[in-house]
Every structure is written in C-alpha cells, then in structure tokens.
C-alpha cells in the first residue's frame, strides 16, 4: 500500500493531503461534480487505490500521464494518484487544435493519454492522423489512450509506454510486484507540467513541483483564505495552473467543498452560487463583467459569497464598485505559471484605493525590479521587469535545462512592472509580445507563423488590442501575395482549423506592408500606436 511520506524529504509532498483529510473528515464532501458527491473517505480510497494500480503496472517516478478532460472529479482522483505515486500529470487543453495538441503530447514524452469521453474525437484526430502525428515524431499507435475513472483508467490501467527517461525494467524504480522497493516521493519531484505560452512559437511545458504546490497554497492561504467551511466554485479549467493552484488545492488542504463546473456560462454560475451556497470563486476580469452584464445578476442571491478572486488582469474601476455594491469583497493578484502562480495580491480593502495595481508580494515571495538594460536592481519607487524569488518558483521547463531558473536576481517575468512609495506594485506592459485574451496567453509569432503558412500571405504581423470584453484580442496586418486569390474571412477560416479559438484574431487587416526594424524584427508597437489613434475598443468574437 502506498502511503504519505513523513520523512524530511518528503514533508511537503501533496499525496498525503487526502489522506490526512480522510482521517479527519471522511464523510465530509471533498467534490461536487454536476451534482455527483465525492466525500474525503472516497476520494482518498480511489486516489490510493489508482497509485498502487499504476505502480504494479510499471509506471516509474517521474514519469508522465497526459491528460483531455474538462473539469472533473475524474482528474481530480488521477492528480491525487500521482501525487502518492511520484508521477506527474500533464492535462492537456482541449481548447487546442488536433495539430498543437499533438505537439504538446510529443513534447512531454508521456507514458499513457488519458481522455474523457467528450474529447475522445479530438485525442483521435490530434494521434491517429499519421500526418500529424507522424511530423512531430509520435508513431500514430505507440502511445496507450485510455477513458477516465472507474470504467477506464481505475478498472484497468494499460501498460506504459516506454518513455525516453524510463529505467530498465529490472530498474530498483521501475515498479512492477518483482521490483525492489521505490524511492519515497520528495519535495522537488515534479507534480505538474503546465503548458504556457513563451516568447517563441512553441508553447513550453513548466515542471511544478511537490514543493511548488505546497508553498503557493500556503501563501494563498495567508491572504485569500480558506477554510473547512467554505464552498469553492471552480470555473478555471484544469490545464491552468490557476484550475489548481488557486483555490481547488488548497480547498482540499483545508477541508472545504469545491463544486466543480466544467464551462463558464453566466446564468448558470449565478444559480449555482444561490442553490450550493458557493462563498468563494475565482475568475478573470471578463468572467465577473459576464456575470455582471447577465439580466439575472441584480436579482441573483449572492448573499454566501463572501469573497472573490481575480486575476489575469487589474478589474476595472466601475465593475469593482458593481460587485462591491452586491457585498462581494474582491481579490486582486498577479501571477504566471511559473510562479506556480501567485505572486502578488492586492487585498479587497486596497482595491477601491489602489485601482489598477496588482498589489503587494505574497506571503514567501520576494520580488525586485530590474533594469532591463543594465540588469541593475532598482531600489525604492521606480519601473523595471519584474523579477520572483521564492520556493513557489518553478523547476525549469521540461527537458529544456538551459531555461531552469538560475538568474541572478530571479525568475525573469518578461513584464515590466511599476513601483510606487508604499511598495505596491502596478504591472505597466510586457517585455515580450504575448498578450492575454479572455485569461488566455497568446503568442504573436505562433499566429504569424499560422498565417504565414498559407499560400496568399506574404507577411503577416499580430498585435494584442485592448477589448472591453475579453481584456485583449488578437488583430492581424498581412501582406498578400500577388496572384494568389484570398481575403480576410479565408484567412480567419485558416486560423479556425489550426489554432484554438481565442488565438484566433478577432479581424485580418490587409496592408502593403509590415512595418519593421533595419533587423528585420516587427515593429509592433508603431502597429499598436496606429490602431490605438483609429480605432475603438474591440469586443472580439469567441
């Protein structure tokens, strides 16, 4: 039987979160999914039971279980699995396309796909496509694909594949009944790879860690707390860290109910929040101006909301003073994936006063700003890129060891960052090109390199514009090629089949050309100027 380690090595390990809970509080709801009850007791059963099937079937530490679900008490009972088993989950977005899925998957090497029912056609067209899979280096029938839950993965669990770090078979680590005893799971195993979006076309896996996990929890649990008697709704999607690491687990560290939803819709939030009482939620900007905008909302019982969280990106003045006349006291903070993610936290008494800030560092987090040009840190008020510190920052991106953090002053945010007298921090502008559409990060040059692949674009530039309703959107500037029929709805369409929906551009500009530097680089700022000077908030379609 696999249980909690309680050595010094293994003190902040989250496998055995449930099973403290379960002593605890066994019969209490841990999860409530579209009305199904998990209790602690069975949560914990299930979690351990799944473990010791894994470790008997060969899966070795370390070694990765990707993941296309939405939101579910199915994924929650796996990342617990893991977690006691030393292994880690990749959940994969299903918000991607077949051809990005297929990359994710080829880029963190797992040993079996796990997928619900829902998905089943997108994993099929993302791995059995040999177009597809076979460009990218994953033999369309070399990787097991199994269903979620009691009927799938925890009735039988297929024999891994072979992965590139896997050890011997008669490996020490390798599992299996014949194998010699495993290593107990550590503070710096890895727990989670989130994909996020970088500076380069590719999205990058980052490795979060037991200790990630535990020191972000525990931070979070300092200034947005949570307790045994609180009702979490969870609306955050499980392929973000946020669908985790902010709320969720720490819910299930304390004790409290989450109701997981798997979808955000308006009308529904609203009555879940008066008919299982919620207290607490997170969301991004355009989530509670949804909610906001919704005919219900005035007269909606939002009476056991106590407390909300927000990130992705500063509320608005007047959507702060809507939801602090309905009585529900807000959370402003800053974070990244990296960062496991919290990183700043402006507190609900700082938000009227402080509009627009991102707030203070966290509870073990320190931050400074440098100087982007002579990587100087900055002392008092001041502007620079924001650098992390702390035991909530990640272990590096997978397989790409020249990107663990080691910097001399921290973990480089790429944002630029704003001090003021009292230490309160105001997030300026990114150093990088992403923008945020909807809580989303997308890539410019992932776009551009979409666009550029069809035969009647000659160059292509993507810029981030502000929107009311989804914080930014996507518009881009092509050059077509002559004797090439095409026009902005073809293109749109393009984008459609080859990238997920909110990296889609909201609109396609022609132009006769990108503007550029003397090093061939585009000048997206001259880009944002002229549309800024003609051009009015854009609402963005989804």
């Known amino acids: 039987?696999?249980?909690?380690?309680?050595?010094?090595?293994?003190?902040?390990?989250?496998?055995?979160?449930?099973?403290?809970?379960?002593?605890?509080?066994?019969?209490?709801?841990?999860?409530?999914?579209?009305?199904?009850?998990?209790?602690?007791?069975?949560?914990?059963?299930?979690?351990?039971?799944?473990?010791?099937?894994?470790?008997?079937?060969?899966?070795?530490?370390?070694?990765?279980?990707?993941?296309?679900?939405?939101?579910?008490?199915?994924?929650?009972?796996?990342?617990?699995?893991?977690?006691?088993?030393?292994?880690?989950?990749?959940?994969?977005?299903?918000?991607?396309?077949?051809?990005?899925?297929?990359?994710?998957?080829?880029?963190?090497?797992?040993?079996?796909?796990?997928?619900?029912?829902?998905?089943?056609?997108?994993?099929?067209?993302?791995?059995?496509?040999?177009?597809?899979?076979?460009?990218?280096?994953?033999?369309?029938?070399?990787?097991?694909v199994v269903r979620f839950g009691r009927q799938g993965i925890e009735h039988g669990v297929p024999a891994p594949r072979p992965t590139l770090d896997a050890p011997d078979p008669g490996s020490p680590t390798a599992g299996g009944p014949s194998a010699t005893p495993r290593p107990p799971v550590a503070d710096d195993d890895p727990l989670l790879i989130i994909f996020t979006s970088g500076t380069q076309s590719r999205a990058r896996g980052a490795v979060l860690t037991h200790a990630n996990c535990f020191w972000t929890n525990l931070s979070l649990s300092r200034t947005a707390e949570v307790t045994s008697r609180d009702v979490v709704l969870a609306v955050m999607p499980q392929f973000h860290v946020g669908g985790w690491n902010i709320q969720p687990l720490l819910a299930w560290w304390m004790g409290a109910t989450v109701v997981l939803e798997r979808t955000f819709d308006a009308g529904r939030v609203l009555h879940l929040i008066e008919e299982r009482r919620i207290t607490t939620t997170m969301g991004v900007p355009a989530t509670y101006l949804m909610l906001s905008q919704h005919p219900g909302f005035e007269a909606a019982d939002l009476s056991s909301l106590r407390h909300a969280i927000v990130g992705g990106a500063p509320m608005p003045e007047p959507l702060l003073r809507t939801w602090h006349r309905r009585g529900v006291a807000l959370t402003q903070g800053y974070g990244l994936t990296e960062a496991a993610p919290n990183v700043l936290c402006l507190p609900p008494e700082e938000a009227t006063a402080r509009v627009g800030m991102a707030g203070t560092p966290y509870p073990h987090v320190e931050v400074d700003l440098v100087d982007p040009v002579t990587d100087e840190v900055l002392v008092g008020p001041g502007r620079g890129e924001l650098v992390v510190r702390g035991p909530n920052v990640f272990a590096g991106y997978f397989r790409q060891p020249a990107t663990r953090p080691g910097c001399r002053h921290g973990l480089h945010t790429g944002d630029l960052a704003e001090r003021d007298a009292d230490g309160y921090y105001r997030i300026v502008d990114r150093l990088t090109d992403l923008f945020i559409s909807g809580g989303e990060q997308v890539s410019p040059a992932e776009v551009e390199a979409v666009l550029l692949a069809h035969a009647g674009v000659a160059d292509a530039a993507v810029i981030g514009v502000p929107s009311a309703r989804w914080g930014e959107v996507g518009v881009a500037f092509v050059v077509l090629r002559d004797g090439v029929p095409t026009d902005a709805e073809d293109l749109l369409e393009h984008c459609r089949g080859r990238l997920a929906r909110f990296k889609v551009p909201s609109q396609v500009e022609v132009v006769t050309q990108v503007p550029r530097t003397s090093s061939d680089k585009i000048l997206r700022r001259a880009l944002a100027q002229e549309w800024r000077e003609r051009t009015p908030t854009q609402e963005g379609p989804r």
Not at 3 to 29: E, Q
Not at 58 to 66: C, D, E, L, S, T
Not at 67 to 84: E, I, P, W
Not at 127 to 138: C, N, S, T, Y
Request: proline share 8%.
């Open 1 to 144: 039987m696999i249980t909690p380690v309680r050595d010094r090595d293994g003190l902040h390990t989250l496998g055995r979160w449930t099973t403290d809970r379960a002593k605890a509080t066994p019969a209490r709801p841990a999860i409530d999914d579209r009305g199904v009850v998990l209790t602690y007791a069975e949560l914990d059963a299930r979690a351990g039971h799944l473990a010791e099937a894994l470790v008997a079937a060969g899966y070795a530490p370390g070694q990765r279980i990707a993941t296309l679900s939405g939101n579910s008490a199915d994924q929650v009972v796996l990342f617990f699995a893991c977690a006691k088993a030393g292994l880690v989950l990749v959940p994969l977005s299903w918000r991607l396309a077949p051809p990005e899925i297929a990359a994710q998957v080829a880029d963190c090497d797992p040993a079996v796909l796990v997928v619900e029912d829902e998905f089943s056609s997108l994993a099929a067209a993302a791995l059995e496509d040999p177009a597809v899979a076979g460009a990218i280096g994953l033999e369309p029938t070399g990787l097991p």
